[in-house]
């Protein structure tokens, strides 16, 4: 299997971290959702580091909680919608790529195929696009739904969803627009494509008012574990944003995904698999438990008690937080196989309620490394080399507090390895994740313009 020497490493931005007790922390902006100084000062940082790109995950809801615990928390409630956002951090950067999810569940392709174009034409080729199948069931109700759809119907749509979306990206030849003042010639007729799309979801017949994206498509990113999520993002995906918390599970989720591709006509090494990473980095391994001791100490028991309840999908508000976990049986499908790690771990190790979100906060149950500059290094080698993923997408606990111990301290060591970029090679999301440039589906074929004068165009 051909693959990069070099890592991939992307930064996925919360606004105050992804610490459930970040926005409490004097290293974090606590109205960081809507600050568009803390946005620019962040990604400017991470360019200078020299990283791929930055990641943004979204909600188009408020998640269901509590009053209270809600009240309390920062996390996907007062937050820049991130197209919009990145449409502004694209004038104040360069390089990085700059990767927002959007929902297939609750979009129209052609909205999210425009929206998109116009991204990475203004970025200069930097967008890519996270597509998820919506976890927050919320949406629903802001969309004309009184439910969700069922899991897998949501990833039926997903296929259909992309390819609707890659269709309208591919509207216009690369070289349609000839802007000839003298021949009075705006663009080329036979540069144009009508997608005609008719599936089982959506109709859109296109073209779209965009040009060819500057990268003939937008990177495409996906974020969902269950066995349709890997389809999706075998089929699909350019990026996989994973979840797997040990070196062996990873391997696995590695080559399984990776052999999957075959099936769609794809090879290995179109997709970079990339897990999530909280990196907690001190000088010495002293200092990392220090700095997450001090985020542990700042959790709310409510918040701190909703957020095991909420993982595990089992309703904790009438306990203790100093008792141990209740016997209840998980209401949540989306968390079973974190709920059964979780479970046992607390069972093995004994811990209580208080002791499992101390534990859990900074990852929200997914893979942490901790340790000194030279510990964390040589694990994320470890999983690099062997084959268990080609990058991370760094999780910081706060921002900017520990994005920057990310960036000065753990980034130095990586390159004095060798193990990643020190400068950029390229322009493009692409060059920086070292992905083709894909052509269009209509290259090589016969012009559809007299067709399109006979439809009225
Ligand atoms: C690592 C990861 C990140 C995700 N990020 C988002 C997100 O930002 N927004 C969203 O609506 N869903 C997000 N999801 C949810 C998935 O898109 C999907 O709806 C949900 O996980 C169920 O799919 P699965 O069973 O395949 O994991 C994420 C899932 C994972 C595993």
Redesign the pocket.
């Known amino acids: 299997m051909s693959r990069s020497d070099r890592m991939h490493v992307g930064v996925f931005f919360k606004n105050t971290g992804h610490h459930i007790a970040a926005w409490r922390h004097p290293g974090s902006q606590p109205d960081a959702g809507i600050n568009i100084r803390h946005y620019i000062e962040c990604a400017q940082a991470s360019e200078r580091a020299g990283l791929d790109f930055l990641f943004f995950?979204?909600?188009a809801a408020v998640r269901e909680a509590d009053i209270e615990p809600l009240s309390r928390s920062s996390q996907y409630t007062a937050y820049f919608e991130p197209t919009t956002l990145l449409a502004s951090l694209a004038m104040m950067t360069k390089h990085i790529g700059l990767v927002a999810?959007q929902?297939s569940s609750y979009n129209e392709p052609y909205n999210l195929a425009r929206r998109m174009a116009s991204l990475d034409h203004l970025s200069g080729g930097r967008a890519g696009w996270?597509c998820?199948?919506?976890?927050?069931h919320a949406e629903a109700y802001n969309f004309g739904r009184d439910e969700h759809y069922e899991?897998d119907e949501?990833y039926r749509m997903a296929h259909e969803f992309v390819e609707v979306v890659k269709g309208l990206w591919d509207s216009w030849d690369d070289d349609a627009f000839v802007y000839d003042r003298e021949g009075g010639r705006f663009f080329r007729p036979e540069g144009l494509h009508r997608l005609n799309h008719e599936g089982q979801y959506f109709r859109s017949r296109g073209p779209l008012n965009v040009p060819r994206p500057p990268q003939g498509r937008p990177v495409i990113f996906q974020?969902?574990?269950?066995d349709?999520?890997k389809e999706l993002a075998a089929a699909t995906a350019e990026g996989v944003?994973s979840?797997e918390l040990t070196l062996e599970g990873s391997q696995k989720h590695y080559a399984d995904i990776k052999t999957r591709m075959g099936k769609y006509g794809r090879q290995p090494d179109e997709l970079r698999v990339l897990p999530?990473l909280t990196a907690i980095v001190g000088r010495t391994r002293s200092e990392a438990l220090d700095i997450e001791r001090e985020l542990a100490e700042l959790i709310h028991p409510v918040v701190g008690r909703e957020y095991i309840g909420t993982l595990l999908g089992i309703d904790l508000s009438d306990c203790d937080v100093d008792d141990h976990l209740p016997d209840r049986e998980s209401k949540t499908r989306?968390t079973a196989g974190i709920a059964v790690s979780v479970k046992a771990m607390a069972e093995r190790e004994n811990l209580t309620i208080r002791q499992l979100y101390e534990r859990l906060a900074g990852s929200h149950g997914k893979l942490t490394m901790r340790g000194s500059v030279t510990e964390v290094a040589d694990e994320m080698q470890t999983w690099f080399e062997g084959h268990a993923c080609d990058g991370f997408i760094f999780q910081p606990m706060t921002m900017p507090g520990d994005l920057n111990n990310i960036i000065e301290l753990l980034i130095p060591e990586l390159q004095n390895r060798g193990l990643i970029r020190t400068g950029y090679d390229g322009t493009t999301l692409r060059d920086n994740l070292e992905l083709k440039r894909p052509a269009s589906r209509y290259a090589g074929k016969p012009s559809d313009v007299r067709e399109l004068a006979k439809q009225g165009f």
Request: no cysteine; charged share 15%; glycine share 22%.
């Open positions: 995950a979204d909600s999810t929902t996270n998820v199948t919506s976890g927050n899991h949501r974020a969902g574990i269950s349709a999520g944003f979840g999530g989306k």
